[in-house]
């Protein structure tokens, strides 16, 4: 089936064939990829072959992996997900680190964490999960993304609070007392006009409203003014392509905002508002 099956998806372009079908038999078989070479000679048996062939179908069309099997591993955390949601990528677990490796002093504090555009959940479940004295919140404008983001942090034994919102209508949600601390946000970032350069797996399966925009820069002018508005600390995601012009939107609100690299040393992070 390994061999069958990577050579199967290969002649249907489908990305990484041979990592497809270890993650959709280790799947089945319940047990890690690499175990799956400690039996590699073992014939499957009738009811795990009826098992693995509707999802290697599946998966010939280019649906991706973790919506066929349900779920996907964010910063330690067993996240469910599905195609009313983003799949959480590495770019957006990097930007946790970062936001992480930028707050060590005020772990122990009190701080109050908004995720615009919070999806999964998988932004503010993670932060929690590593700053567990912090309160983050998280909104999203989608019903379907909110009752599984609030699913994920109960599945993960976590305290996060998610509610209804929009990105460009931030002023009209409920928001602590004193105001928010850290402001985060993964936006639609990716202009309509990209979308032909994108896999089918991306286009043909995960939500539009969650990738695309006519106008990315107009989805972080919003985002700035409120964090700026609310004198809290920000850590953005960035459509590498509009950091440059991002950067000097941001230069309107706050003082000495950064761009940082992704471990492929794209412009992809920008941290504005924080206290040295």
């Known amino acids: 089936m390994l061999e ?4 199967y998806f290969e002649n249907r372009q489908v990305p990484d064939p041979r990592h497809s079908i270890e993650w959709l038999l280790a799947d089945v078989l319940g047990c890690k ?3 799956l070479y400690l039996q590699y000679g073992r014939p499957l048996s009738p009811d795990e072959l009826d098992r693995v062939r509707p999802l290697v179908k599946r998966r010939a069309g280019h649906e991706p992996l973790q919506y066929i099997t349900g779920s996907t591993n964010f910063m330690g955390c067993q996240l469910e997900v599905n195609q009313s949601v983003l799949i959480p990528r590495i770019e957006t677990e990097q930007l946790v680190e970062l936001l992480l490796e930028s707050t060590p002093k005020l772990e122990s504090n009190t701080i109050h964490l908004l995720d615009v555009g919070s999806g999964s959940g998988c932004i503010p479940i993670a932060v929690k999960k590593f700053r567990p ?3 983050c919140m998280g909104i999203d404008i989608s019903d ?10 109960g599945a993960n034994n976590l305290d996060v609070q998610f509610a209804s919102g929009d990105l460009f209508k931030l002023d ?10 850290i402001i985060v946000s993964n936006p639609p970032y990716i202009m309509t006009g990209e979308k032909s350069s994108l896999e089918k797996q991306v286009t043909d399966y995960e939500p539009g409203l969650a990738l695309f925009h006519d106008d990315p820069l ?4 919003p985002i700035l003014s409120y964090a700026h508005q609310e004198n809290a600390a920000l850590f953005l ?16 609100f706050f003082s000495s905002p950064k761009i940082k690299h992704d ?4 412009p992809r992070f920008l941290i504005a508002g924080l206290s040295s």
Do not use: C, F, H
């Open 218 to 221: 107009e989805v972080y002018r």
């Open 4 to 7: 069958w099956a990577s050579e």
């Open 144 to 153: 379907e993304a909110l009752a599984l983001s609030q699913k994920n942090a």
């Open 33 to 35: 990829r690499l175990d």
């Open 172 to 181: 009209q949600i409920d928001k602590p007392e004193q105001g928010w601390d």
């Open 237 to 252: 995601e960035l459509n590498d392509q509009l950091a440059d012009q991002i950067l000097d939107m941001s230069t309107t």
């Open 263 to 266: 471990l492929d040393n794209n």
């Open 133 to 135: 004295a912090w309160s």
